[in-house]
């Protein structure tokens, strides 16, 4: 059974910094991708950024040059969130993708922590 905890969300004023971080139990054959997606209300959930297993990121162009995503190891996943701004509030969720054999391959969520920018 796989899990996905993530921290560091919180409230923040416009041009300031946050880091999210997502811990991943459980085990897999091998992962595909993480990444962390974020939603606001009435919304779809948007990519925000993924990174490959052995790939290098993605990012949306919203974010690009202000957030950085990093995976330290396979089971922590980080977003540096710099340079925030308002429409940058949304609830935020790590995502993974993972084969569990050969051939299946499965999408598991966090439960979400949100960012609030504001003034």
């Known amino acids: 059974q796989v899990q996905l905890v993530e921290s560091g969300g919180g409230l923040v004023e416009p041009g300031g910094s946050l880091t999210l971080s997502c811990t991943a139990s459980g085990s897999v054959f091998r992962i595909i991708a993480m990444g962390w997606y974020r939603q606001t209300p009435g919304n779809e959930r948007e990519l925000v950024a993924t990174?490959?297993?052995?790939?290098?990121p993605n990012y949306a162009d919203s974010v690009k040059g202000r957030f950085t995503i990093s995976r330290d190891n396979a089971e922590t996943l980080d977003l540096q969130m710099n340079s925030l701004k308002v429409d940058d509030t949304a609830v935020y969720y790590c995502n993974l993708r993972a084969y569990s054999d050969v051939v299946r391959w499965s999408e598991y969520w966090g439960q979400g922590t949100q960012v609030t920018v504001s003034s």
């Open positions: 990174i490959t297993d052995g790939g290098g």
